[in-house]
């Protein structure tokens, strides 16, 4: 049988064998509904009560400042629009992101345009970062929000998120992250970075899918998203995902857990892959090398198409991915790629490759055996590469 070397972390993650044992007995003997008073009702309420203070307690925040969702997109659409509200409350109608942002947040923002919001889209430098000066200058009178995300899912850079936070404290703006590739895989500490809001996903740090959480600071009265129970402190209403917030707050803690030492080793197979494939003939990085998540690779071939590279790939075992899965079926380069200046014909030879605690060194081998052959292939059959050469001539 063909080795399978799962590479593509950014996009979901494998579930923990601890976070499913913990799951187990809420699919099964526990089901009672966590709003009954009697016993079965009971037990399934400690379970979400413990599942909310394990997480704030990663996060340094307080349990009712956590509020659990269906995934790292509701939080992100719920942040935004409930600001949002909000802001138009008091005649704020302007929102302040950035280029590259999730299509949870960038799909939201447009859906506000036609609603009458203006929004600023601040660029993303060459290395993938926003500029903190960059955005003071953009803040209005009537910026309702600024929603920056913290680890980008494609390049994997590291926004300075503590800084962008700090200016939009001064003045007075609201601040949203969607922290969902960071949460379990880097540190992060709410009242450190001084944000007001904070998504995150729990099948990207090794948890069930289709849940997720907001953190909301106290203060904020965001309005309801989902109207109906008491769930949630009647502001989403609908009957818990008890096996899946159980599953997110273990898969949470083990992350936490882990990080360090997992960080250093990933680390060290990211840079090993990087410095390696940079030795194939017109091969670049994108994103900045040092501020960037420990599992990410994101490199462009020029010459060929990064979709013939990861079908390639498939092949051979590797899963990756060209852009983000939400992109990948599209013809167009991903929105993150032309955001750091890339032109199209670049853009479209890149490949993203994550990995997670489930990577090996010999994963990064067996990578390194079989994906420079393939490059060599593809682009001995690519008119663009011909052209390429010949210019350079
Ligand atoms: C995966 C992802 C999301 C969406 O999370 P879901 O739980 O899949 O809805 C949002 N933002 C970023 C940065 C992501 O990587």
């Given at each position: 049988?063909?080795?399978?070397?799962?590479?593509?972390?950014?996009?979901?993650?494998?579930?923990?064998?601890?976070?499913?044992?913990?799951?187990?007995?809420?699919?099964?003997?526990?089901?009672?509904?966590?709003?009954?008073?009697?016993?079965?009702?009971?037990?399934?309420?400690?379970?979400?009560?413990?599942?909310?203070?394990?997480?704030?307690k990663?996060?340094?925040?307080?349990?009712?400042?956590?509020?659990?969702?269906?995934?790292?997109?509701?939080?992100?659409?719920?942040?935004?629009?409930g600001?949002?509200e909000?802001?138009?409350?008091?005649?704020?109608?302007?929102?302040?992101?950035s280029?590259?942002?999730?299509?949870?947040?960038?799909?939201?923002?447009?859906?506000?345009?036609?609603?009458?919001?203006?929004?600023?889209?601040?660029?993303?430098?060459?290395?993938?970062?926003?500029?903190?000066?960059?955005?003071?200058?953009?803040?209005?009178?009537?910026?309702?929000?600024?929603?920056?995300?913290?680890?980008n899912?494609?390049?994997?850079?590291?926004?300075?998120?503590?800084?962008?936070?700090?200016?939009?404290?001064?003045?007075?703006v609201?601040f949203?992250?969607?922290?969902?590739?960071?949460?379990?895989?880097?540190?992060?500490?709410?009242?450190e970075?001084?944000?007001?809001?904070?998504?995150?996903?729990?099948?990207?740090?090794?948890?069930?899918?289709?849940?997720?959480?907001?953190?909301?600071?106290?203060?904020?009265?965001?309005?309801?998203?989902?109207?109906?129970?008491a769930?949630?402190?009647?502001?989403?209403?609908?009957?818990?995902?008890?096996?899946?917030?159980?599953?997110?707050?273990?898969?949470?803690k083990?992350?936490?857990?882990?990080?360090?030492?997992?960080?250093?080793?990933?680390?060290?197979?990211?840079?090993?892959?990087?410095?390696?494939?940079?030795?194939?003939d017109?091969?670049?990085?994108?994103?900045?090398?040092?501020?960037?998540?420990?599992?990410n690779?994101?490199?462009?071939?020029?010459?060929?198409?990064?979709?013939?590279?990861?079908?390639?790939?498939?092949?051979?075992?590797?899963?990756?991915?060209?852009?983000?899965?939400?992109?990948?079926?599209?013809?167009?380069?991903?929105?993150?790629?032309?955001?750091?200046?890339?032109?199209?014909?670049?853009?479209?030879?890149?490949?993203?490759?994550?990995?997670?605690?489930?990577?090996?060194?010999?994963?990064?081998?067996?990578?390194?055996?079989?994906?420079?052959?393939?490059?060599?292939?593809?682009?001995?059959?690519?008119?663009?590469?011909?052209?390429?050469?010949?210019?350079?001539?």
């Amino acid at each position: 049988m063909i080795k399978r070397v799962y590479a593509d972390n950014a996009a979901t993650t494998r579930l923990s064998e601890r976070a499913f044992e913990a799951m187990k007995p809420y699919m099964t003997e526990i089901y009672g509904n966590p709003s009954s008073l009697y016993t079965e009702g009971v037990e399934a309420r400690k379970a979400v009560d413990k599942a909310r203070e394990d997480i704030a307690k990663c996060l340094n925040a307080q349990p009712n400042e956590i509020f659990f969702l269906s995934g790292g997109s509701e939080a992100d659409n719920w942040a935004i629009k409930g600001a949002a509200e909000l802001g138009e409350r008091k005649g704020k109608k302007h929102i302040i992101s950035s280029k590259f942002e999730h299509h949870a947040v960038l799909h939201t923002l447009e859906y506000l345009e036609k609603h009458g919001f203006e929004v600023t889209l601040l660029d993303v430098h060459e290395d993938g970062l926003v500029r903190p000066e960059e955005l003071e200058a953009a803040i209005r009178e009537d910026t309702a929000l600024i929603t920056i995300m913290y680890a980008n899912n494609e390049i994997g850079t590291i926004q300075p998120i503590k800084e962008l936070a700090a200016i939009a404290k001064k003045h007075g703006v609201v601040f949203h992250t969607d922290a969902v590739q960071a949460v379990g895989t880097i540190p992060v500490d709410v009242k450190e970075l001084g944000v007001d809001m904070l998504s995150l996903s729990s099948h990207k740090f090794h948890g069930p899918k289709g849940v997720g959480a907001l953190y909301v600071r106290k203060g904020i009265r965001l309005p309801n998203l989902v109207h109906g129970g008491a769930q949630e402190r009647g502001l989403r209403a609908g009957t818990e995902n008890i096996a899946g917030v159980v599953g997110m707050a273990e898969a949470l803690k083990e992350s936490v857990e882990v990080m360090d030492e997992r960080n250093k080793r990933l680390e060290k197979m990211r840079d090993r892959l990087i410095d390696n494939l940079l030795k194939i003939d017109r091969s670049r990085i994108n994103g900045d090398r040092v501020h960037r998540l420990p599992g990410n690779v994101n490199m462009c071939f020029q010459g060929i198409e990064g979709e013939s590279l990861l079908l390639s790939l498939d092949l051979k075992g590797v899963a990756a991915s060209s852009g983000s899965a939400c992109t990948s079926g599209s013809l167009d380069p991903s929105h993150v790629l032309l955001s750091i200046g890339l032109p199209h014909e670049v853009a479209h030879g890149s490949i993203r490759m994550t990995f997670s605690t489930e990577n090996t060194e010999e994963d990064i081998d067996y990578i390194l055996a079989e994906l420079p052959p393939i490059v060599d292939r593809l682009r001995s059959m690519s008119p663009l590469w011909e052209k390429i050469i010949k210019n350079d001539k």
